[in-house]
């Protein structure tokens, strides 16, 4: 289960981010690796409904980042990244937009 820290994140990403429908069509299972994230990992927050609305794909066509909604806060996400090529999870990392982007202190 890896927790992805912000460099390995970074590194998932192409020079253009592309959003991808929500469709529901996952390219392959993830929802077992979600099951089996530590609950630290959330800190505090609950994604326990798995309501994705956004998914984006980095332009190389290599990553894909599954934004999973949290119920608290609709600008936090559990960010699952998936390896379309090796048809893998990546890791996850959860997401404060808010915080990341300055609007919010930690």
Not at 11 to 32: I, Q
Not at 83 to 98: A, E, P, Y
Request: glycine fraction near 8%; include cysteine; proline fraction near 4%.
């Amino acid at each position: 289960m890896p927790l992805l820290d912000e460099l390995a994140y970074r590194k998932t990403f192409g020079k253009k981010m592309l959003r991808v429908d929500a469709d529901g069509n996952a390219p392959f299972p993830f929802w077992s690796y979600v099951d089996q994230i530590p609950k630290v990992d959330y800190q505090g927050f609950d994604c326990s409904s798995g309501s994705v609305q956004f998914i984006w794909r980095e332009d190389g066509g290599q990553f894909e980042h599954i934004l999973i909604d949290t119920k608290e806060d609709s600008e936090v996400f559990m960010i699952i990244v998936l390896d379309l090529q090796k048809k893998q999870v990546v890791g996850h990392r959860l997401m404060d937009f808010n915080r990341e982007y300055g609007l919010r202190g930690s």
